[in-house]
């Protein structure tokens, strides 16, 4: 007989507790951990983040692998141990899952592999900056976050601030609607980008309190829809930066990028440190403000649901 998938799973005893009892509990990933800001401010944000969840009444459980176990549930020591070694930690998604996995390796799970962790667990309501999407010259390069392939097929709830406009804004919001993907502004009619409250693009539905939210990812459930549903969080204003300097430092990195000839699952670390380091910390000061908001957000749907 095949093993349960489950055999690989580690569960907190915090976080399985809670779902027993019916708790709310908030998943998290550990790719923003490693790659997606710098040393210490990603280990200060990680935390900052799960002591946000629990004010909200809810579990944290970060999501990661570790020694090859899938962990539902970091102690304060992996946290840090992933923050500290950032990019040397492979980032995993669903298709490096079986290889980090079976070497026993250590593993920085993206939004689509925490996910699959996170459904493993049941968790159902999971947090994060932004989600991964359809690249700015997607013509050439093809290159498509499995985010989204992982939001068409698996069923949780992603709380994020949209997507960065390093990415095709217009054409990730085609294509979650071609995979049946809802995606919902939370107190907005226009999908976040991310340092900024609006991309301009409309959102399919607009949902002002969690309970509304939670009342679309029941039916949504009993319905027996499978796939997953964005929740799109701005930014809120106090911490948001200017939408045309940004796309000018956003345009200027993708040229360099262009230039160095990186590719594949290297843009998207390789941009958000050149975005950082060009507005001078403003862009990580805003990220971490929006994961936190996001996190908040996050806690109210899982106590609603
Ligand atoms: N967007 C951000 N910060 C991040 C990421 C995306 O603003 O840290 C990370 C997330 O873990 C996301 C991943 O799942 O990048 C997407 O990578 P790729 O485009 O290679 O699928
Ligand atoms: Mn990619």
Redesign the pocket.
């Known amino acids: 007989m095949q093993p349960a998938a489950t055999s690989y799973l580690d569960m907190d005893p915090e976080v399985s507790a809670a779902l027993r009892n019916g708790q709310a509990v908030v998943a998290l990933?550990s790719?923003?951990i490693s790659?997606?800001m710098p040393y210490p401010e990603n280990v200060e944000t990680a935390t900052r983040v799960e002591q946000t969840v629990r004010d909200g009444g809810a579990i944290p459980a970060t999501i990661a692998i570790i020694g090859g176990r899938l962990k539902a549930g970091l102690t304060g020591d992996e946290i840090r141990n992933l923050g500290e070694r950032g990019q040397a930690v492979t980032k995993t998604?669903r298709r490096d899952l079986p290889f980090v996995v079976s070497r026993g390796a250590d593993g920085a799970t993206?939004?689509?592999a925490s996910m699959i962790v996170a459904a493993m667990a049941g968790i159902r309501v999971f947090a994060?900056?932004?989600?991964?999407g359809v690249h700015r010259g997607v013509e050439q390069t093809m290159d498509i976050?499995?985010?989204l392939e992982e939001l068409a097929r698996t069923a949780v709830a992603v709380v994020c601030s949209g997507v960065?406009s390093v990415l095709d804004i217009g054409r990730t919001l085609e294509y979650l609607e071609t995979k049946g993907v809802p995606v919902v502004g939370y107190g907005t009619d226009r999908l976040p980008a991310?340092f900024t409250p609006s991309s301009g693009f409309p959102v399919d539905y607009r949902a002002d309190t969690p309970a509304e939210v939670a009342a679309a990812l029941r039916t949504k459930q009993e319905l027996g829809l499978s796939g997953g549903v964005v929740v799109a969080n701005p930014i809120p204003v106090e911490h948001a930066l200017d939408g045309d300097e940004i796309d000018a430092v956003i345009a200027h990195a993708i040229k360099e990028m262009e230039q160095l000839g990186i590719t594949g699952?290297d843009?998207?670390p390789f941009l958000?440190g050149k975005i950082a380091e060009r507005t001078e910390g403003r862009s990580l000061r805003a990220n971490i403000e929006l994961v936190v908001n996001n996190a908040r957000l996050a806690a109210e749907i899982a106590g609603a649901l």
């Open positions: 990933e790719t923003i790659h997606g998604s993206t939004v689509a994060t900056g932004g989600i991964g976050s499995a985010d960065k991310f699952k843009t998207t958000l």
